[in-house]
């Protein structure tokens, strides 16, 4: 790669919520290691925080999802790109990279196409998957797309966007697989590690942490040694899980700040909310079953709008069932518990799955994906 000229910049970057937050991080740390010139303002979560030169606001704390529950957000997203807009016209940066999280940044987009001010979509959103006009305004917002799947480039191709895979940015910080062996014998008396991951928005959070926790009392009745572990993000209280509980959890029921996902690692199965966690689930090659449960209103909607056949972004991109996915009513801890206690009485199940998934880490790409895209960024700048 040939070197990039330093050059000194003002970058505004804005993610909306937690994944997109450690993304962006990501790419900030890589944008400033490959030109130490650059000066980045940025709206975004804690990850970001850090990262940044100046930090506006953490947007990822108050990040919604679906249809309606956005629309509580709207008072607190006005003011804030009124602060975006002041800051476009008084401090002109030289360009805007947005993570993810459309219904915000499209806003913002637009206010930096108006500008002139060169726009970048790092971690594109899932048009492809429901919503495909938006690809057209993508396409016209954008100077560049970095997507995250290798099917995506093409899709975005026949809407103009100037779409490009770099490979996906889990690979910068997810571990290699572990070794994992489930060769058990005494299946009724092995001590099964069951991971419970309710998701990172707080709706997501208080409809499936009971579901979850019941699914691990009912597994525990067949499976007396099981041990469960709920993933919590790094600074959420466990007082909250503790009262969605309603009881005093059972001695083999752990929670578990895991910022390095040694701990996730050593899981045998996991219940997983449909987003990022599953494919993170599937790099590290531990098999699931996925849950979602949304707000009625935004499931009816989202029924209308969707245009692939599964949640999961593990079935995408296999093309197949390849994990169980149980939705709505569905994702009830009877169901859930029934698929737990089928993969610990068959562990073949679980060596089959986790071959299936470690297939899909190889069709994403290689680690480097934040320095590439900044090389990229910063190439395009000293172009401008």
Known sequence: M???T??????LIVAGDVSGDIHAAALVRALK???????????GGKQLASASDTFMFDLASQGASGFIEPLKKMPLWIKLLNQIRDY???????ALIV???YGFNHQVLGMAKHRNIPAYYYVTPQVWASRQYRAKQLANLTKKMFVIYPFEPEFHKQFGGNAVFLGNPLLDYLPAPKDKNFNVTDHKNHAWKLGMLPGSRMGEIKRLTPVFYQTFKQVLKEFPHTQAYMFLLPDADEKVFLDLIGEKPHDNFHFVKDNHYAKRSEMDFLLACS????LENALLGIPMVVAYKLFWPTYEIAKRVIKVPYISLVNLLARRPLVKELIQQDANANALAAET?????NPAKLTAMRKDLLKLRASLGEPGVAKRAAAEILDDL???
């Open 275 to 278: 987003g990022t966690a599953t």
């Open 2 to 4: 040939s070197t990039i």
């Open 382 to 384: 000293k172009h401008e």
């Open 6 to 11: 330093p050059i000194s910049k003002n970058i």
């Open 99 to 101: 993570v993810d999280f």
């Open 341 to 345: 206690m089928a993969m610990f009485q």
């Open 33 to 43: 290691e490959a030109d130490p010139d650059v000066r980045v303002t940025a709206i």
């Open 88 to 94: 476009m016209e008084t401090q002109n940066p030289v």
